[in-house]
C-alpha cells in the first residue's frame, strides 16, 4: 500500500511536528493495532474540535496547521489522523460523507439554517491488521461530555462512527451520503460545495479568506 504511506500535501506525514507527534502518542509500544489505537486518541482528544476554525484554503485543509494550532473541524483532525498514522507506518486514506447534526450548537445550527446537511464530513480509514477499519477523531471527549454523547472508544478493529442517538436517546448524528474513500484531501471539490452550500458558516468564522 505504498500510495497510502506516502505524504501529501494536506497529509504532511514528513512534516517533523507530526513526525514527534506521532512518535511522542505511539512510545515504544511496537504492535500494529495499539499503535493506530494511541494516535486515535491522542489526535481526538489533544487538537480541540473546533468547527468556527474553518478556513477554505488548501494550506487550511493540511495536518501540519491542525497540529499547530491544536485545534480544527472533522476535515484537518482526520487529515492529521491520516498523517500521524502514515508517519507511524500504517497505511491512512481519508472517508466522507454528508452528514445530519440533529444536536448542532445553537450557533452553528443558526447558520447552518437548523437541522440540515453537513456535506464533506470527514473521517479515516487506518489498514490495521489486513483490513480497512474506519475511526472519527473529530469530537474531543471534552465536547462530547457537554453535549451528552458517548466519546467514541476505537479498538483497532471496529468501525467507529458517529452514533446514531445520543445518551438520552434524542437523535444525534445521520450519514445521508456516502462519497467514499480519498488518497488525500478532494480540496477543489469540497471547497466548491462548501462556496455553494455552507456560506454563511464560511462567513460567520471568516473562513473565505
Not at 502514515?86 to 443558526?110: C, K, M, Q, W, Y
Not at 456560506?199 to 471568516?206: R, T, V
Amino acid at each position: 500500500m505504498p500510495g497510502y504511506l506516502l505524504p501529501t500535501f494536506f497529509i504532511t506525514s514528513a512534516d517533523p511536528a507530526v513526525v514527534a507527534f506521532a512518535r511522542e502518542a505511539v512510545g515504544d509500544e511496537v504492535d500494529e493495532r495499539e499503535r493506530a489505537v494511541r494516535l486515535y486518541y491522542a489526535v481526538r482528544d489533544e487538537v480541540r474540535y473546533d468547527p468556527w476554525s474553518i478556513r477554505l484554503t488548501p494550506e487550511g485543509f493540511t495536518a501540519s496547521r491542525c497540529l499547530a494550532e491544536r485545534r480544527g473541524f472533522c476535515i484537518p483532525k482526520a487529515t492529521l489522523l491520516a498523517a500521524v498514522a502514515r508517519a507511524s507506518g500504517i497505511p491512512a486514506r481519508l472517508g466522507f460523507a454528508d452528514v445530519r447534526n440533529h444536536l448542532a450548537p445553537p450557533r452553528l445550527a443558526e447558520v447552518m439554517g437548523g437541522v440540515s446537511d453537513y456535506l464533506w464530513h470527514a473521517y479515516t480509514e487506518l489498514l490495521v491488521e489486513g483490513r480497512w477499519v474506519k475511526v472519527t477523531p473529530a469530537f474531543n471527549r471534552e465536547l462530547c461530555e457537554r453535549f451528552r454523547v458517548a466519546p467514541l472508544e476505537f479498538d483497532g478493529r471496529t468501525d467507529s462512527l458517529f452514533q446514531p442517538f445520543n445518551d438520552d436517546q434524542r437523535p444525534f448524528m445521520e450519514y445521508v451520503r456516502d462519497r467514499g474513500s480519498f488518497d488525500d484531501v478532494p480540496f477543489d471539490e469540497i471547497a466548491a460545495d462548501f462556496r455553494a452550500h455552507h456560506g454563511a458558516w464560511l462567513s460567520a468564522s471568516n473562513g473565505l479568506a
